[in-house]
């Protein structure tokens, strides 16, 4: 038979890996639980943030979204043209590490300038910039050949990751 004194034992283990996980600093078993749930709540909203970018990448372009699909990462490009250039939009729900510098690194061989971005890298990456033309060269780029360049940037970035 178990006794108190054990049950009471695990529980409090049970608590402590509770509060480590959910980062607590509660010391009472009832303010573990409720740091806990507060968690769990986090954690839903931002699993429903994450699926509305999803589902707003995929319905708000259309045929506009790319998905491409690179060792388990699905990442979504679109390519919106406007007066001045593009507004380019990547969305992983997966955090890829060097994907930035490719994506920015396609730009400069295409001499788009980068008049605006927003990048975040952490749990997911999503990356919203309007690049514009170089003006010295002169020369428009169609949305097609930026989307081009964007999926070539990811397929250089997934060989690479591959390497590593």
């Not at 045929?63 to 406007?82: D, G, K």
């Not at 990456?125 to 999926?151: L, P």
Request: charged letters at 25%; proline letters at 1%.
């Amino acid at each position: 038979m178990v006794s108190k004194e054990q049950k009471r034992a695990a529980l409090h283990e049970k608590l402590q890996l509770l509060r480590s996980l959910t980062n607590s600093h509660a010391l009472n078993k009832t303010s573990i639980i409720i740091d806990a749930s507060k968690y769990i709540q986090e954690l839903k909203q931002k699993v429903e943030e994450l699926n509305q970018d999803l589902a707003n990448a995929q319905t708000s372009t259309g045929q506009n979204t790319l998905p491409m699909v690179f060792n388990s990462f699905h990442i979504y490009v679109t390519v919106e043209t406007t007066e001045k250039g593009f507004v380019i939009n990547v969305f992983s729900a997966k955090s890829c590490p060097g994907l930035f510098v490719s994506i920015l690194e396609s730009f400069e061989e295409m001499s788009l300038n980068v008049l605006e971005a927003r990048a975040t890298c952490t749990d997911t990456f999503r990356f919203h910039a309007v690049g514009g033309k170089n003006e010295e060269e002169g020369k428009n780029i169609d949305a097609r050949a930026v989307k081009q360049a964007m999926g070539q940037a990811i397929k250089n970035w997934s060989q690479n990751a591959d390497q590593k």
